[in-house]
Protein backbone atom coordinates (compact mmCIF):
# COMPACT_ATOMS: atom_id res chain seq x y z
CA UNK A 1 0.00 0.00 0.00
CA UNK A 2 2.88 2.50 0.81
CA UNK A 3 4.67 1.86 -2.50
CA UNK A 4 1.15 2.58 -3.95
CA UNK A 5 0.83 5.66 -2.26
CA UNK A 6 4.58 6.71 -3.69
CA UNK A 7 3.07 6.02 -6.99
CA UNK A 8 0.43 7.73 -6.83
CA UNK A 9 2.67 10.92 -5.88
CA UNK A 10 4.50 10.25 -8.69
CA UNK A 11 1.66 10.57 -11.07
CA UNK A 12 0.72 13.58 -8.71
CA UNK A 13 3.90 15.00 -9.47
CA UNK A 14 3.86 15.01 -12.93
CA UNK A 15 0.06 16.78 -13.12
CA UNK A 16 1.61 19.64 -10.72
CA UNK A 17 2.71 21.82 -13.39
CA UNK A 18 1.91 24.87 -14.85
CA UNK A 19 -1.52 24.19 -16.81
CA UNK A 20 -2.62 26.17 -18.96
CA UNK A 21 -6.60 26.52 -19.70
CA UNK A 22 -8.41 24.98 -22.92
CA UNK A 23 -9.43 27.51 -25.29
CA UNK A 24 -9.95 30.02 -28.03
CA UNK A 25 -8.17 33.28 -27.22
CA UNK A 26 -11.75 34.36 -27.58
CA UNK A 27 -12.74 33.00 -24.48
CA UNK A 28 -10.25 34.23 -22.34
CA UNK A 29 -10.72 37.91 -24.17
CA UNK A 30 -14.67 37.39 -22.58
CA UNK A 31 -13.50 36.17 -19.23
CA UNK A 32 -12.03 39.39 -18.69
CA UNK A 33 -13.63 41.78 -20.26
CA UNK A 34 -16.34 42.28 -17.45
CA UNK A 35 -13.16 43.06 -14.99
CA UNK A 36 -12.29 45.72 -17.65
CA UNK A 37 -8.05 43.78 -17.88
CA UNK A 38 -7.40 40.58 -19.10
CA UNK A 39 -7.35 37.44 -16.94
CA UNK A 40 -4.59 36.79 -14.59
CA UNK A 41 -2.38 33.68 -13.63
CA UNK A 42 -3.71 31.75 -10.49
CA UNK A 43 -0.48 30.12 -8.91
CA UNK A 44 -1.49 27.55 -6.50
CA UNK A 45 0.75 25.71 -3.53
CA UNK A 46 -0.14 22.26 -2.21
CA UNK A 47 1.78 21.11 0.66
CA UNK A 48 3.60 17.59 0.55
CA UNK A 49 2.49 13.79 -0.77
CA UNK A 50 2.79 12.36 2.37
CA UNK A 51 0.81 13.44 4.74
CA UNK A 52 -2.21 12.49 2.91
CA UNK A 53 -2.54 10.90 -0.57
CA UNK A 54 -5.12 13.76 -1.37
CA UNK A 55 -2.25 16.22 -2.62
CA UNK A 56 -0.84 14.02 -4.88
CA UNK A 57 -3.90 12.86 -6.81
CA UNK A 58 -7.63 14.78 -5.88
CA UNK A 59 -6.81 18.65 -5.20
CA UNK A 60 -4.51 18.20 -8.28
CA UNK A 61 -7.06 17.24 -10.22
CA UNK A 62 -10.40 19.01 -9.29
CA UNK A 63 -8.18 22.15 -9.51
CA UNK A 64 -7.01 21.79 -12.94
CA UNK A 65 -10.29 21.15 -14.24
CA UNK A 66 -11.74 24.01 -12.74
CA UNK A 67 -9.19 26.31 -14.00
CA UNK A 68 -9.58 25.17 -17.51
CA UNK A 69 -13.28 25.05 -17.69
CA UNK A 70 -13.01 28.77 -16.71
CA UNK A 71 -10.14 29.66 -19.09
CA UNK A 72 -8.35 30.45 -16.22
CA UNK A 73 -4.08 29.76 -16.60
CA UNK A 74 -2.80 28.27 -13.25
CA UNK A 75 0.40 26.91 -11.77
CA UNK A 76 -0.37 24.27 -9.55
CA UNK A 77 3.17 23.18 -7.49
CA UNK A 78 3.59 20.95 -4.27
CA UNK A 79 6.18 22.05 -2.06
CA UNK A 80 6.92 18.06 -0.86
CA UNK A 81 7.08 19.09 2.75
CA UNK A 82 10.26 21.68 2.30
CA UNK A 83 9.42 25.18 3.87
CA UNK A 84 12.34 26.32 1.87
CA UNK A 85 11.08 25.14 -1.25
CA UNK A 86 7.46 26.35 -0.42
CA UNK A 87 9.02 30.04 -0.12
CA UNK A 88 10.75 29.61 -3.21
CA UNK A 89 7.54 28.26 -4.88
CA UNK A 90 5.74 31.33 -3.87
CA UNK A 91 8.72 33.85 -4.97
CA UNK A 92 8.73 32.24 -8.27
CA UNK A 93 5.47 32.87 -8.80
CA UNK A 94 4.87 36.24 -7.26
CA UNK A 95 8.02 37.39 -10.01
CA UNK A 96 5.76 35.57 -12.68
CA UNK A 97 2.82 37.84 -12.42
CA UNK A 98 0.53 35.85 -10.87
CA UNK A 99 -2.77 37.60 -9.53
CA UNK A 100 -4.36 35.13 -7.30
CA UNK A 101 -1.99 33.07 -4.58
CA UNK A 102 -3.34 29.88 -3.47
CA UNK A 103 -1.26 27.74 -0.94
CA UNK A 104 -2.05 25.22 1.33
CA UNK A 105 1.10 26.41 4.60
CA UNK A 106 3.42 23.81 5.88
CA UNK A 107 3.20 26.49 8.88
CA UNK A 108 1.82 29.46 10.10
CA UNK A 109 5.50 31.24 10.14
CA UNK A 110 6.24 30.17 6.52
CA UNK A 111 2.99 30.88 4.90
CA UNK A 112 3.14 34.19 7.04
CA UNK A 113 5.80 34.89 5.08
CA UNK A 114 4.86 34.08 1.70
CA UNK A 115 1.12 35.84 2.46
CA UNK A 116 3.31 38.85 3.08
CA UNK A 117 5.20 38.97 -0.14
CA UNK A 118 2.07 38.31 -2.34
CA UNK A 119 0.23 41.14 -0.51
CA UNK A 120 2.77 43.54 -1.03
CA UNK A 121 2.84 42.59 -4.87
CA UNK A 122 -0.67 43.19 -4.78
CA UNK A 123 -1.81 39.89 -5.19
CA UNK A 124 -4.88 38.20 -3.75
CA UNK A 125 -4.18 35.52 -1.42
CA UNK A 126 -6.51 32.61 -0.48
CA UNK A 127 -5.45 30.06 2.49
CA UNK A 128 -6.84 26.72 1.52
CA UNK A 129 -7.41 24.27 3.60
CA UNK A 130 -5.48 25.15 6.69
CA UNK A 131 -5.44 28.71 8.29
CA UNK A 132 -2.26 30.55 8.07
CA UNK A 133 -2.49 32.40 11.95
CA UNK A 134 -2.14 36.05 11.71
CA UNK A 135 -1.52 35.53 8.42
CA UNK A 136 -3.93 38.19 7.00
CA UNK A 137 -4.85 35.86 3.81
CA UNK A 138 -8.03 37.35 2.02
CA UNK A 139 -10.04 34.61 2.03
CA UNK A 140 -9.99 30.87 3.57
CA UNK A 141 -11.58 27.88 2.05
CA UNK A 142 -12.15 24.99 4.10
CA UNK A 143 -14.56 22.17 6.02
CA UNK A 144 -16.08 23.20 9.10
CA UNK A 145 -13.08 21.62 11.22
CA UNK A 146 -14.30 21.36 15.09
CA UNK A 147 -17.64 19.58 13.34
CA UNK A 148 -15.13 17.22 11.73
CA UNK A 149 -13.27 16.77 15.04
CA UNK A 150 -17.03 16.14 16.29
CA UNK A 151 -17.79 13.46 14.20
CA UNK A 152 -14.54 11.66 15.14
CA UNK A 153 -15.72 11.93 18.86
CA UNK A 154 -18.61 10.40 17.70
CA UNK A 155 -17.83 8.21 16.20
CA UNK A 156 -15.50 6.50 18.51
CA UNK A 157 -18.38 6.75 20.99
CA UNK A 158 -20.26 4.68 18.87
CA UNK A 159 -17.79 1.79 17.82
CA UNK A 160 -16.90 1.77 21.89
CA UNK A 161 -20.53 1.60 22.67
CA UNK A 162 -21.32 -1.33 20.07
CA UNK A 163 -18.41 -3.17 21.67
CA UNK A 164 -19.61 -2.84 25.65
CA UNK A 165 -16.36 -1.25 26.75
CA UNK A 166 -16.08 -1.11 30.50
CA UNK A 167 -13.83 1.76 31.17
CA UNK A 168 -11.92 1.88 28.44
CA UNK A 169 -8.94 3.83 28.13
CA UNK A 170 -8.97 6.29 25.03
CA UNK A 171 -5.68 7.26 23.42
CA UNK A 172 -5.10 10.35 21.12
CA UNK A 173 -2.84 10.37 17.85
CA UNK A 174 -3.17 14.23 16.95
CA UNK A 175 -2.13 15.53 13.64
CA UNK A 176 1.04 18.34 13.56
CA UNK A 177 1.31 20.83 16.60
CA UNK A 178 1.95 23.30 13.81
CA UNK A 179 -0.83 22.62 11.38
CA UNK A 180 -4.18 25.07 12.77
CA UNK A 181 -6.72 22.19 11.24
CA UNK A 182 -4.88 19.75 14.07
CA UNK A 183 -5.76 22.26 17.10
CA UNK A 184 -9.61 22.73 15.43
CA UNK A 185 -10.37 18.97 14.95
CA UNK A 186 -9.08 17.86 18.65
CA UNK A 187 -11.50 20.94 19.77
CA UNK A 188 -13.87 19.53 18.17
CA UNK A 189 -13.50 15.78 19.63
CA UNK A 190 -11.88 17.09 22.80
CA UNK A 191 -15.42 18.82 23.36
CA UNK A 192 -17.50 15.11 23.16
CA UNK A 193 -15.24 13.03 24.54
CA UNK A 194 -14.31 15.08 28.05
CA UNK A 195 -17.30 14.46 29.21
CA UNK A 196 -16.85 11.01 28.92
CA UNK A 197 -13.44 11.46 30.71
CA UNK A 198 -14.79 13.66 33.60
CA UNK A 199 -17.68 11.53 34.53
CA UNK A 200 -14.96 7.95 34.98
CA UNK A 201 -16.74 6.42 32.07
CA UNK A 202 -13.48 6.57 29.98
CA UNK A 203 -9.92 6.95 31.20
CA UNK A 204 -7.97 9.51 29.44
CA UNK A 205 -5.06 7.73 27.84
CA UNK A 206 -1.66 9.17 26.24
CA UNK A 207 -2.37 12.25 24.43
CA UNK A 208 -0.10 12.76 21.46
CA UNK A 209 1.12 14.76 18.83
CA UNK A 210 2.30 13.72 15.78
CA UNK A 211 4.83 15.83 14.10
CA UNK A 212 4.47 16.90 10.29
CA UNK A 213 1.55 14.30 10.09
CA UNK A 214 4.27 12.19 9.68
CA UNK A 215 2.86 8.06 9.76
CA UNK A 216 5.84 6.52 10.36
CA UNK A 217 6.58 8.93 13.88
CA UNK A 218 3.02 8.07 14.52
CA UNK A 219 3.44 4.38 14.13
CA UNK A 220 6.49 4.56 16.55
CA UNK A 221 4.91 7.38 18.94
CA UNK A 222 1.59 4.96 19.17
CA UNK A 223 3.74 1.47 19.65
CA UNK A 224 5.66 3.44 22.51
CA UNK A 225 2.37 4.39 23.73
CA UNK A 226 0.53 0.86 23.63
CA UNK A 227 3.88 -0.30 25.44
CA UNK A 228 3.31 1.46 28.17
CA UNK A 229 -0.79 1.13 28.57
CA UNK A 230 -1.73 -2.11 27.53
CA UNK A 231 -5.27 -1.43 28.38
CA UNK A 232 -5.59 1.08 25.50
CA UNK A 233 -9.42 0.22 24.24
CA UNK A 234 -9.61 2.84 21.84
CA UNK A 235 -7.49 5.25 19.61
CA UNK A 236 -8.81 8.87 18.66
CA UNK A 237 -6.72 9.46 15.19
CA UNK A 238 -7.09 12.56 13.41
CA UNK A 239 -6.34 11.08 9.83
CA UNK A 240 -6.61 7.70 8.02
CA UNK A 241 -2.45 7.75 7.88
CA UNK A 242 -2.61 8.05 11.34
CA UNK A 243 -4.91 6.02 11.76
CA UNK A 244 -3.39 3.10 9.74
CA UNK A 245 0.01 3.64 11.79
CA UNK A 246 -2.17 2.58 14.58
CA UNK A 247 -3.44 -0.67 13.07
CA UNK A 248 -0.35 -2.06 12.05
CA UNK A 249 0.81 -1.85 15.34
CA UNK A 250 -1.99 -3.46 16.75
CA UNK A 251 -1.90 -5.85 13.87
CA UNK A 252 1.51 -6.84 15.24
CA UNK A 253 -0.31 -7.18 18.96
CA UNK A 254 -3.39 -9.17 17.45
CA UNK A 255 -5.40 -6.15 18.88
CA UNK A 256 -6.83 -5.31 15.39
CA UNK A 257 -10.37 -4.66 15.27
CA UNK A 258 -10.46 -5.06 18.78
CA UNK A 259 -9.86 -1.95 19.72
CA UNK A 260 -11.04 1.09 17.36
CA UNK A 261 -9.71 3.68 15.71
CA UNK A 262 -10.84 6.42 13.89
CA UNK A 263 -9.41 8.14 10.77
CA UNK A 264 -10.48 10.95 8.37
CA UNK A 265 -10.14 11.89 4.51
CA UNK A 266 -11.88 8.83 3.42
CA UNK A 267 -8.78 7.77 1.54
CA UNK A 268 -8.72 3.90 -0.36
CA UNK A 269 -6.43 2.59 2.09
CA UNK A 270 -9.04 4.05 5.16
CA UNK A 271 -11.94 2.69 3.64
CA UNK A 272 -10.67 -0.86 2.94
CA UNK A 273 -9.27 -0.93 7.00
CA UNK A 274 -13.23 0.68 7.80
CA UNK A 275 -14.47 -2.50 5.38
CA UNK A 276 -12.85 -5.27 7.31
CA UNK A 277 -13.24 -3.92 10.46
CA UNK A 278 -9.91 -2.54 11.68
CA UNK A 279 -10.76 1.31 11.63
CA UNK A 280 -14.04 1.86 13.13
CA UNK A 281 -14.82 5.08 11.10
CA UNK A 282 -13.47 7.97 9.07
CA UNK A 283 -14.56 11.53 8.15
CA UNK A 284 -15.24 12.26 4.63
CA UNK A 285 -14.65 15.51 3.31
CA UNK A 286 -15.46 16.23 -0.48
CA UNK A 287 -12.40 17.58 -1.62
CA UNK A 288 -14.00 18.23 -5.25
CA UNK A 289 -16.38 20.81 -3.36
CA UNK A 290 -13.43 22.35 -1.54
CA UNK A 291 -11.03 22.67 -4.48
CA UNK A 292 -14.47 24.21 -6.69
CA UNK A 293 -15.03 26.27 -3.77
CA UNK A 294 -11.49 27.68 -3.82
CA UNK A 295 -11.42 27.55 -7.87
CA UNK A 296 -14.59 29.77 -7.96
CA UNK A 297 -13.08 31.99 -5.50
CA UNK A 298 -9.68 32.65 -7.53
CA UNK A 299 -11.43 32.89 -10.68
CA UNK A 300 -13.62 35.55 -9.80
CA UNK A 301 -10.14 37.55 -8.60
CA UNK A 302 -8.32 36.70 -11.54
CA UNK A 303 -11.10 38.12 -13.89
CA UNK A 304 -11.07 41.20 -11.82
CA UNK A 305 -14.30 40.36 -10.45
CA UNK A 306 -15.85 40.62 -6.35
CA UNK A 307 -16.12 37.11 -5.23
CA UNK A 308 -20.07 36.28 -3.65
CA UNK A 309 -19.48 33.18 -2.02
CA UNK A 310 -17.23 33.83 0.56
CA UNK A 311 -20.29 34.05 3.03
CA UNK A 312 -18.68 32.74 6.26
CA UNK A 313 -16.28 33.65 7.89
CA UNK A 314 -14.09 32.59 10.99
CA UNK A 315 -11.81 34.61 13.56
CA UNK A 316 -8.10 34.13 13.36
CA UNK A 317 -7.15 33.06 17.11
CA UNK A 318 -4.21 35.20 17.05
CA UNK A 319 -4.88 38.25 14.86
CA UNK A 320 -8.25 37.86 16.73
CA UNK A 321 -9.49 39.32 12.89
CA UNK A 322 -12.30 37.33 11.21
CA UNK A 323 -11.20 36.06 7.31
CA UNK A 324 -14.10 35.79 4.98
CA UNK A 325 -14.38 32.07 4.04
CA UNK A 326 -16.16 29.13 3.01
CA UNK A 327 -17.01 26.32 5.08
CA UNK A 328 -18.10 23.02 4.36
CA UNK A 329 -19.79 20.31 5.55
CA UNK A 330 -18.30 17.15 6.59
CA UNK A 331 -19.81 13.50 6.48
CA UNK A 332 -19.07 10.45 9.18
CA UNK A 333 -18.51 7.31 7.25
CA UNK A 334 -18.53 3.73 9.04
CA UNK A 335 -18.86 0.68 6.96
CA UNK A 336 -22.98 0.92 6.31
CA UNK A 337 -22.37 3.89 4.29
CA UNK A 338 -18.82 3.45 2.28
CA UNK A 339 -21.17 3.02 -0.56
CA UNK A 340 -21.79 6.69 -0.31
CA UNK A 341 -18.33 7.78 -1.13
CA UNK A 342 -18.10 5.82 -3.91
CA UNK A 343 -21.32 6.91 -5.39
CA UNK A 344 -20.28 10.33 -4.87
CA UNK A 345 -17.11 9.98 -7.35
CA UNK A 346 -14.03 10.22 -4.78
CA UNK A 347 -13.07 6.92 -5.05
CA UNK A 348 -13.99 4.18 -7.48
CA UNK A 349 -15.39 0.52 -7.21
CA UNK A 350 -12.45 -0.57 -8.47
CA UNK A 351 -9.96 0.93 -6.93
CA UNK A 352 -11.44 0.12 -3.47
CA UNK A 353 -12.61 -3.45 -4.30
CA UNK A 354 -9.58 -5.22 -4.64
CA UNK A 355 -9.07 -8.89 -4.33
CA UNK A 356 -8.00 -8.83 -0.72
CA UNK A 357 -11.48 -6.30 -0.01
CA UNK A 358 -13.27 -8.24 -2.38
CA UNK A 359 -15.96 -9.75 -0.43
CA UNK A 360 -15.90 -7.48 2.63
CA UNK A 361 -17.21 -4.74 -0.22
CA UNK A 362 -20.00 -6.96 -1.09
CA UNK A 363 -20.76 -7.21 2.34
CA UNK A 364 -21.53 -3.83 2.70
CA UNK A 365 -23.85 -3.84 -0.34
CA UNK A 366 -21.31 -2.32 -2.99
CA UNK A 367 -21.99 -3.78 -6.16
Known amino acids: MRKGLFALAAVGLLATGSTAACGSNSDSDEGGAEGGSAVGKVGVILPDTKSSARWATADVKYLTDAFKAAGVEADIQNAQGDKTQFQTLADGMISSGVKVLVTVNLDSGTGKAVLDKAKAAGIATIDYDRLTLNGGADFYVSFDNVKVGELQGQGLIDCLTEKKAVKPVVTYLNGSPTDNNASLFKQGYDSVLKPKFDSGEYLKGPDTDVPDWDNAQGGTL ?6 TNKDIKGVLAANDGLGNAAIQVLKKNKLNGQVPVTGQDA ?4 LQNVLVGDQCMTVYKAIKDEADAAAELAIALAKGEAPTTA ?57
Open 311 to 367: TSSVTDPESKKDVKSVLLTPKSITKANVKDVIADGFVTKEELCTADFAAACTEAGIS
Open 267 to 270: TVQG
Open 222 to 227: FEQNLT
